[in-house]
């Protein structure tokens, strides 16, 4: 039986760190709220002089591919999961395809936003078991930072979000491990819950036309908070027991579970829940704060260089967002 084996991991971070002190200069917010609420200390924002996000999943992806031991030129097909992609089209898979000097290769992109990676993960998975590629590039990455609105009215998610991109480079194996199983979800009557609005395509001519927007609010990200973090802790945990009883598992069997990073009282009531001691659930909001698609890679590359990927480790990735999507995967290290 052939399954899809993450083979290498790698993850990109803008250098510039903003403090939530930072942004308390900026709107009426402070770091004991935002620390109370949410778990973040500080996130990445990136630099437009220098970077860009085709850019950043190219530094993410030459380090997954080190790691994984292959040769940029081995990669035959390429999946890129973003809501940020930095044209409106075509989507951020070409561009970083041009970076990595791969012309010719397939790319595809994936918009399901916090549970984007998984999705791309899942869709990797299915070419591969296929045997229609081999050597599959899996992004998931984001420039959050220019969609926020830095004053007091955008709070409730200005203090949440961060840039940053993961890579992971997946191969098929026929031994007994790799991706057992993925998990996809969506309910669509929430999707004005959290989202962008524009540039949307359903818009009278005038309220498309760059030159002639009046109410530009509708370019800005909108969350019901309380609605979205309600719907995240049931799903959240839904979709964990469906992996784990898809292979006749126990919340006992997980060695490390590795959830999108919402919220840090998420990761914490999925961790009471399911019972684990704190070195058996990965977090790294406090550092990088929500990085929507690219929360799970950065984590999970994180995860394998601090050691926590052995072989024969039963891995558990969850996430929750905008859509609202849900999805999951159990990986056998
Ligand atoms: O990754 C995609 C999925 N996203 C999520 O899972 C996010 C889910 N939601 C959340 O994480 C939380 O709802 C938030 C962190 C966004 C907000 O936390 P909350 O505990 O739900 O707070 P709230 O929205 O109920 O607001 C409580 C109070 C309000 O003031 P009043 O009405 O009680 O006077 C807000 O106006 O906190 C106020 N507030 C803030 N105060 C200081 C909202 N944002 C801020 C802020 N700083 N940044």
Not at 93 to 119: K, P, T
Not at 125 to 138: E, S
Not at 177 to 192: I, K, M, P, Q
Not at 307 to 333: E, N, R
């Amino acid at each position: 039986m052939v399954r899809s084996k993450i083979v290498g991991l790698g993850h990109h971070v803008p250098e510039r760190v903003v403090t939530n002190d930072d942004l308390s200069k900026l709107m009426d917010t402070n770091n004991q709220w935002i620390i109370e609420r949410t778990g973040i200390q500080e996130r990445r924002f990136f630099d437009p002089e220098k970077d860009t996000l085709a850019n950043m999943a190219a530094k993410a992806s030459r380090m997954a591919i080190e790691r994984s031991g292959l040769e940029t030129k081995d990669i035959d097909f390429i999946v890129f999961a973003t809501i940020t992609p930095d044209y409106f089209f075509p989507g951020s898979g070409v561009l970083l395809q041009r970076e990595l000097g791969l012309e010719g290769i397939g790319a595809l992109d994936i918009r399901n936003a916090c549970s984007g990676f998984i999705y791309a993960l899942s869709v990797a998975d299915q070419f591969i078991k296929t045997g229609m590629y081999k050597n599959i590039l899996v992004i998931g990455g984001e420039i959050q930072s220019t969609a926020l609105d830095l004053t007091t009215r955008g709070r409730n998610t200005a203090v949440i979000f961060g840039d940053g991109c993961g890579a992971a480079v997946l191969q098929p194996t026929e031994e007994d491990n790799g991706v057992l199983s993925t998990h996809l979800h969506a309910d669509g009557r929430y999707a004005e819950e959290l989202y962008v609005k524009d540039p949307g395509s359903s818009r009278p001519h005038a309220e498309r036309q760059a030159d002639q927007i009046l109410d530009t609010s509708g370019y800005k990200v909108h969350m019901n908070g309380n609605v979205v973090f309600k719907h995240a802790v049931v799903n959240f945990s839904a979709v964990i027991q469906e992996a784990l009883e898809a292979n006749q598992m126990t919340k006992e069997d997980i060695d490390l579970l590795v959830p999108h990073q919402a919220n840090l009282r998420i990761s914490k009531y999925l961790q009471e829940k399911l019972g684990l001691p704190d070195e058996k659930v990965f977090n790294n909001i406090m550092r990088f704060g929500n990085t929507t698609a690219g929360s799970i890679p950065i984590a999970l590359s994180e995860a394998w260089a601090e050691g926590k990927l052995q072989p024969g480790k039963i891995i558990c990735l969850a996430a929750f967002g905008s859509g609202f999507t849900w999805a999951s995967a159990l990986i056998k290290w």
